[in-house]
């Protein structure tokens, strides 16, 4: 039976946090609804009656790992195949920049926007990093013979700008790493033709804690550096072993059925109005803020909303809010404050975010 599309109503009033404050902070975590809660509950209750063990119970879990690697595919225009499941996008980042193989020899260009998540990867990386502006221009200016991948977000978490990711990957012909942290889940994405692409469960998606994936577009082409069990078919006593197709071979771990199921349960959640929604609120939100504060968020349908308060500290600022039920975040040494803007972002949220200011 088809499911009957939620109005915004219906849709909000599964999250109980949204009846307490006005929830602006999905860039770091997002909300957590009843349905995926359950869904969690629901899966430790099943393994404190029946146990973690017996084929049946193993076949669900693999089952369970397709199913949202399928889900989490459909949802970056991806194939299933290429799919990773990951504890984050510092874990994807990490995947990648171990298994491509670089050397002193080899350089990487990034922007000088990335958060740690993909700059600690590229910190421990042998090949020389050059670092420019976050601008298209700039950041293929700085593509040389040299080159061997470009390192960016999609969605910078500074200022919430949007890269033209694939017309980067398009005009350099260098293979691109995509931190999908701020976009995965908050703007239509489109991996296709993307090298590597980052996601993360629990920021837009509203999954649980420490879930993510990796979408590798070609996995022949990455090294397997830290195996897990998912990397092979079959091994030998002397650790060799037989890698399994696909990027289901750079998955570093197990996840609790706990996890797949809530996150199974949240994008099940997601309507189908959701992109839309949060794209038209970040609008409003810009607009209001404008006569209050320096916004510097491009208007780029993005649905992070940062600006420059007038007159008191960014972190100071964050304080006062959250006294009066408004969560949002400070940028560290940028003078930012950071308003994340979800499909479930209410215009009486922004009333509150307005009046606190």
């Known amino acids: 039976m088809r499911r009957m599309t939620p109005t915004f109503e219906e849709a909000r009033a599964a999250f109980p946090?949204?009846?307490?404050?006005?929830?602006?902070?999905?860039?770091?975590?997002?909300?957590?609804?009843?349905g995926t809660t359950d869904a969690m509950r629901e899966a430790i209750d099943r393994d404190l009656r029946h146990g973690r063990c017996g084929a049946s119970f193993f076949q669900s879990m693999f089952a369970l790992r397709q199913d949202v690697r399928s889900r989490l595919?459909?949802?970056?225009?991806?194939?299933?195949?290429?799919?990773a499941l990951t504890t984050s996008t510092t874990d994807g980042c990490n995947l990648v920049l171990a298994g491509l193989g670089l050397d002193a020899g080899d350089e990487i260009v990034t922007t000088a926007?990335?958060?740690?998540?993909?700059?600690?990867?590229?910190?421990?990386?042998?090949?020389?990093?050059?670092?420019?502006?976050?601008?298209?221009?700039?950041?293929?200016?700085?593509?040389?013979?040299?080159?061997?991948?470009?390192?960016?977000?999609?969605?910078?978490w500074t200022t919430g700008a949007v890269l033209p990711?694939?017309?980067?990957?398009?005009?350099?012909?260098?293979?691109?790493?995509?931190?999908?942290?701020?976009?995965?889940?908050?703007?239509?994405?489109?991996?296709?033709?993307?090298?590597?692409?980052?996601?993360?469960?629990?920021?837009?998606?509203?999954?649980?804690?420490?879930?993510?994936?990796?979408?590798?577009s070609d996995p022949d082409r990455l090294r397997v550096t830290a195996p897990s069990y998912f990397s092979q078919l079959s091994y030998e006593p002397d650790g060799s072993f037989e890698l399994r197709d696909g990027a289901v071979r750079f998955e570093p771990g197990w996840w609790p059925p706990s996890s797949l199921g809530g996150l199974l349960a949240a994008l099940d959640q997601r309507p189908e109005w959701a992109f839309g929604r949060a794209a038209e609120t970040a609008d409003r939100l810009r607009e209001r803020l404008r006569r209050l504060a320096d916004v510097v968020t491009p208007a780029e349908r993005s649905t992070i909303v940062s600006f420059r308060?007038?007159?008191?500290?960014?972190?100071?600022?964050?304080?006062?809010?959250?006294?009066?039920?408004?969560?949002?975040?400070?940028?560290?040494?940028?003078?930012?404050?950071?308003?994340?803007?979800?499909?479930?972002?209410?215009?009486?949220?922004?009333?509150?975010l307005v009046a606190g200011l």
């Open 309 to 352: 308060p007038k007159g008191i500290e960014p972190a100071a600022l964050v304080e006062r809010l959250l006294a009066a039920g408004v969560v949002v975040r400070d940028v560290p040494g940028r003078g930012l404050v950071r308003a994340s803007v979800g499909w479930w972002t209410s215009d009486e949220d922004i009333d509150r």
């Open 113 to 156: 926007d990335e958060h740690f998540g993909l700059l600690g990867a590229l910190g421990v990386s042998p090949a020389q990093v050059v670092v420019v502006d976050p601008d298209p221009d700039r950041i293929l200016a700085a593509v040389t013979r040299r080159t061997r991948l470009i390192a960016t977000s999609q969605v910078l």
């Open 73 to 83: 595919a459909e949802l970056v225009g991806a194939v299933a195949d290429t799919i």
């Open 165 to 216: 990711v694939r017309e980067l990957r398009e005009r350099s012909g260098v293979p691109i790493l995509v931190d999908g942290a701020q976009s995965a889940g908050a703007i239509p994405v489109d991996a296709a033709g993307l090298d590597f692409f980052t996601i993360s469960g629990q920021k837009w998606l509203c999954g649980p804690d420490a879930t993510g994936a990796l979408v590798v």
């Open 17 to 34: 946090v949204l009846e307490e404050v006005a929830y602006l902070n999905a860039g770091t975590f997002g909300p957590l609804s009843r």
